[in-house]
Each structure stands twice: as C-alpha cells, then as structure tokens.
C-alpha cells in the first residue's frame, strides 16, 4: 500500500506529501516507527498527536492526524482511530480465512499453537503478543503482510458487546471459544454475562469450534459446530506432567495421537482439542497434523520454563484469573519435586473477589503444594483460608526471592503467576539476580 493509497482509503487530506512512499507497517508507537512505517496517533492516557515529530525523527514515512500540521509526509483525517479501522477492514478483504479466537483462559496459547501448526499449511499472520482489544485487532489487521493466507486474531472481552464490536473489524470464518470463566467478573458483571460475551464469537463466523461442556449454553446460535473435550467429537484425555512436559491423547473417530507437549501446563490439551477443531473445519488432518507440537516452544510469561541453579522456574506470569491459577494449580501439583507456588493478586474481580481468592485457597489445600509465597492485597484471603506458617503473605517480591533460594538445595520446581497489574515476573528477575 501506497501513501496516497492510504489517503484515498482512509478519505483523508494530504500535507506536504513530497514523495508516494509504499507503507510496509502501520505504528502506533513512535519509538518502533521506521522507513516504510506510518504513524498512527491515538489518543489515550496521552495524546498520540505529541508525538508524531519524534515518530519522523525515525524515519517514519508518513503519520495521520486529526490536527492541521506543517511536517511533512502528513495525513489530514477526522478521526485516526476510524481511519485505523478502515485500513484493518480493506487488509481483511484480502484475507482468505480468518479465525478468531476469544475465551476467559487459554487463548493466546491457542493462538499460538494454532499459528504454530498452520504455518506448514499457509502463510499464516497471527495477533502478537496478546494485541487482542479495539486497539491491538485493527492494528493486527492493518499489519497483515500481502501474500497471507490465513489470520489468526485473538479478540478480547471485558463486558457484552466488545467481541460483536470486534467481529464487525474481523468478520472471522471459523470462531473458535477455548473457555469460560470468571476473569473480567467485574466489568460483566455476572457469569451470564460472561458467557453470553463469549458466545458472541459465534455470531458472525460460519464455522465454530468450542468445548462440549459448554455446549449447552450456546447450542441454539451454532451453525457448523465441533466440540472438544473428554466428551467432545475431538476427544481429550489422558493429560498428565512428566518429565518431559505435557503428555495427552488426542483422537478424532478412528484416529488417535499420544502427544508430550515440551511446556508444563495441564491446560495446554484443552487448548490443543482447540486446534483440532479448527484444522476439521479447514479440512485438514485433525490429528496427525498436531506431530509438529512435539517441538513448540511457549512464549515468555506463558510457562516457559526458566533453570536459575538448581531451581526449575515455570514462568506463568503474564496474567492470572480463577480459571487459570487452578489449571496452574493442577499443574504444578503433578510435577515430581518439591514445589512452590508463588502467586499475585488476580485483579478485575470486584466483588466475587474475596470468594474467588478464598476458592484458589482450597484449591490449593487439595494438593501436596509444599510451599506457597503470596503477594499483594487480595492474596490474604487465600492466606486466611491456608493458615500454616509453609504458606506465607510478602509485602516484597524480593523478599519472596529470597526465601525461595533458601530452598535451592531441595531442587525446587517454582511456578509464578499473577495477574498483568502485579507484574509477578519481578520475583523471576530478583531470584536470577
């Protein structure tokens, strides 16, 4: 895509273009802005317009604005955000097949897996990092490169209506739904809300993949649907740790695959039977096509596994809710060593706080967990709920560190995880240092 191409789409008003440079990449940072790389300010915390100048100072090609400007290489538009959007729209045009993918738990690790094992298949563009609200789906879209064949775009959900508002960016072929939860309880404000937020995923795509158990819920809206799951039409079973990471079966009809994921993760097989459904629907192999899985590699923050000495870290920082600090719990209560589990706030629960901490406690109580280090303000409930001196509330992420490398000599097997605001990873970086 052009400059003026850009000014034509998005119905704008040239300033002082010199030259028709072609647009690799669309930014909405200046820092990352570069030669073939347009700006796009959008006005949050901090009005995105301050910083177009240092945005050129990096050899942007061009920006948008809502505001008359003199620097070169401009574009003059009413809104950057809806001209945003229309660039994400045009790139969809040209995209064969879309799956989006939303849920309470697990799907930037479906997408990930679902990007891993499609890339055989097609040139594949996928969401980055966890790029998934009204800001991080258009921006995916309008960042697809021109020969991909498929996207895969993780969509987000903090209250009913965000993923219809996101469907009408996406327009997603096949919608697939990994889970249903209580994260985000706050802003929905009932679990009925929350599952009819999720189904939403349902309402514009043609094809669906979703688990059995939640079948019922949605059975009314689905066109042509696969579930997975211990009773799905993809069966999951068997999920356990061993040395090796994640072991499961996963079958289709006549066709069943014994598989050891290299990640530490007992919610990894729900999100595999995920992948499953969508490669049925793109009629490929549903089974044999996981093989490649033997070798995926998490990313950072997502349970990638960190040695500092002879102390196994699984790093599960990234984000937390109850959903998934029980499938951590389950986890880490397999893995043969003495283990620890160091665990933050789980935020945006409102008022189902106290009770949804206080379940997390019992949780954990259900297993052989030898240590639990706790920080943050909502984690007392958990501690009020564990009463043993094993089970400890910090008021420091160094100070956890450090009790933690009092038991490097028991070859520990550590698990961290909290939600995003608590910013867990901290505690990783002090035990490193």
Known sequence: MRLFEVVDLVEGKPINISKDEEIKEFVIDSRIAKKNSLFIPLKGSRDGHDFIEDALKNQASGYLTQKPLNYPNGILVKDTYQALKKIAKEKRKNIKTVVGITGSSGKTSTKELTKFVLSVFFNVHATSGNYN???????????????????????????????????????????????????????FGSFENIVKGKGEIFNKAFYHVLPFNLLHYYKDKLKNFITFGEDGDIKVF????????????????????????????????????????????????????????????????????????????????????????????????????????????????????????????????????????????????????LKDKKFVLHTTKENIAKEIKKLEKLNPTVLVKGSRGMKMEEVIEYLKN
């Open 133 to 187: 609200n009204e800001i991080g789906v258009p921006l995916t879209l309008a960042n697809t490169p021109e020969d991909t064949d498929l996207a895969v775009i993780e969509m987000g959900a903090g209250k009913v209506g965000d993923i219809d508002y996101l469907n009408d960016i996406v327009n997603p072929d096949i919608g697939v739904l990994v889970s249903v939860g209580e994260a985000h309880i706050e802003k």
């Open 238 to 385: 068997d999920v356990k740790i061993t040395s090796q990471g994640t072991y499961g079966v996963v079958a289709y009809k006549n066709d069943q695959l014994e598989l050891t994921i290299p990640i530490f993760n007992k919610g990894v097989f729900k999100n595999v039977g995920a992948v499953a459904g969508i490669l049925y629907h793109l009629g490929l192999d549903p089974i044999k096509s996981l093989e490649i899985l033997r070798d995926f590699k998490q990313p950072e923050g997502r349970g990638s596994i960190i040695k500092v000495g002879s102390i196994t870290v699984i790093d599960d920082s990234y984000n937390a809710n109850p959903l998934s600090v029980k499938n951590a719990i389950e986890t880490l209560n397999e893995i043969p060593t003495v283990k620890v589990l160091v665990l933050g706030d789980m935020l945006e629960l409102g008022q189902f706080s106290e009770k949804l901490h206080r379940e997390i406690a019992r949780e954990i109580l259900k297993t052989d967990i030898d240590y639990v280090f706790l920080y943050g303000e909502e984690t007392k409930y958990i501690l009020q709920e």
